[in-house]
């Protein structure tokens, strides 16, 4: 019914604008009559006044010409939209100007009889006069053009209006109609969906009695696995620790064999040993990594309010000799207090700043800069789906040889390396326990970097406190 509303409005409107094409030309049509008989008030008064001498007839002239101005005025806000008429209307006012300027002139001359150059100008103003009907003849004849295609239109419209409220109004009728049929068979359907409705009710409680059946289940199978999880992670400490000992043991027999002075080894022997030590370090490296990744794994979540300015300097004052050794400049901006596991967020910073010493660019002094901001979770600018709460972003950038952005991810993973073992020292799960740590915390860490222009760790940790 809104559309049919509003269909029947457009249809009156543009019968509206029918009549008033319509009315506006025969206003055209009038103001054009309305020159002519300016035009003709301004000759006949001024012959008036030849023949009688009475000024009053100057004064009807006058008034006649000021009237002629006016309508030329108002002729030419009517026609503005047709350049056809306009160009008309321009030649018009220079004949009636032409006219009313050679009236002018007789009446400057004024003889008191008629001699050959008085008439001379009569014939000249009768050939002007003549003109100017011309003009208004033509400019009528155009409007009559319009006029007629106007008035077509017009009684189009006038036809087309009831026609088409009449149909509209049909097919409103039919419309409700059929809107009442469907409305009955919705009806219908909606018993019959109700009934549906309580069949597949007492199929769901039935299948909810089974899903919680399986749930019980599923937890104690989850108590399991959580229980064989930490046998595990004990193990691998355990493991870890009684680990130690026999290295320890094979560096120490090692030394005494290489430093025995009652049988001096061999150079390639000496050499052997050498690669025996270096296997045997980067094997003790590699058990306290495992061991500082099972220790953030095992859910040791003291959490403590901590200024992370007196955690950043104490890693600082920890790799003081490795700074100095490689004449690294550390700058910190002040940091935040934040609710954090003290030991972990310590060790989240010593892996990073380590990270960023280890692959420095040769002849290039490291600068690792420490930065912060707090930002809002869900607006964050790097898109990562985090809270709505605040987070502080703190971030670690280096000057270092970087990486490329397609490994931005996979260098947090357990044993990830990007360059071989001869290139860089290390593990390969120092940044797995930076990603650990964060995770910890409830927050997350990311990386982005370029080949030769350093690369930067983005950590966010929720400002809030944890319940």
């Known amino acids: ?61 006058a008034a ?10 108002f002729l030419d806000s009517l026609i503005a939209d047709n350049p056809t008429q306009v160009a008309a209307a321009e030649r018009l006012r220079k004949r009636l100007y032409g006219r009313i300027a050679a009236l002018d002139a007789m009446l400057v001359t004024n003889p008191p009889v008629i001699d050959s150059s008085l008439r001379q100008k009569a014939i000249e103003g009768k ?52 809107s009442f049929r469907r409305l009955t068979r919705a009806i219908n359907n909606s018993v019959n969906l109700q009934n549906s409705q309580r069949q597949m009710s007492e199929m769901i409680a039935q299948k909810n009695r089974e899903l919680q059946a399986s749930n019980q289940d599923m ?56 690669r025996i030590e270096r296997s045997v370090k980067r094997m003790q490296r590699l058990i306290n990594d495992l061991l500082s990744y099972s220790r953030t794994s095992r859910g040791e979540q003291y959490f403590q309010q901590t200024d992370l300015n007196s955690v950043i300097e104490q ?5 003081a000799d490795k700074l100095a050794a490689q004449h690294a400049s ?40 420490v930065k912060f901001i707090t930002i809002t979770g869900s607006s964050n600018e790097y898109a990562i789906p985090l809270g709505s709460g605040k987070y502080y972003q703190i971030s670690i950038r280096d000057n270092g040889i970087g990486f490329e952005e397609e490994y931005s991810e996979k260098i947090f993973g357990v044993f990830q390396r990007l360059h071989g073992r001869k290139e ?17 915390h409830f927050g997350t860490v990311i990386a982005r970097a370029r080949p030769g222009e350093g690369a930067e760790f983005i950590l966010f940790l929720p400002a809030a406190t944890h319940d």
């Open 127 to 178: 050939r002007l006069m003549d003109g100017i009907r011309k003009e208004i003849g033509g400019m009528t004849l155009v409007e009559n053009l319009l006029l007629e295609s106007r008035t077509q239109n017009f009684r189009r419209q006038l036809i087309i209006a009831p026609a088409t409220i009449l149909i509209l109004s049909l097919i409103a009728l039919i419309i409700l109609l059929w």
């Open 315 to 319: 890693v600082r004052e920890e790799l």
């Open 219 to 274: 937890e104690k199978q989850n108590r399991n696995l959580e229980k064989m999880n930490e046998e595990l992670e004990s193990f691998a400490y355990i493991a870890g620790h009684d680990l130690q000992e026999p290295l320890r043991k094979i560096q120490i027999f090692s030394k005494r064999i290489v430093e025995s002075k009652t049988s001096p080894l061999s150079a390639e022997s000496a050499q052997d040993f050498e």
């Open 424 to 440: 860089y020292e290390g593990t390969g799960i120092g940044l797995s326990i930076v990603k650990k740590i964060a995770e910890n």
């Open 64 to 73: 006649s010409i000021v009237e002629l101005d006016r309508n030329l005025t």
């Open 330 to 369: 550390l700058i910190v901006e002040k940091l935040p207090t934040a609710l954090v596991i003290p030991f972990q967020i310590k060790q989240l910073f010593t892996n990073l700043i380590e990270n960023s010493l280890k692959f420095s660019r040769k002849d290039v002094d490291p600068i690792i800069q």
């Open 1 to 61: 019914m809104v559309a049919v509303t509003a269909i029947s409005f457009l249809r009156m409107h543009s019968l509206v604008k029918a009549s008033e094409s319509v009315n506006h030309t025969n206003m055209v049509k009038e103001n054009l009559g309305k020159l002519g008989w300016n035009m003709t008030s301004v000759e006949s008064n001024q012959r008036g006044y030849l023949l009688t001498r009475d000024s009053s007839f100057l004064n009807l002239r």
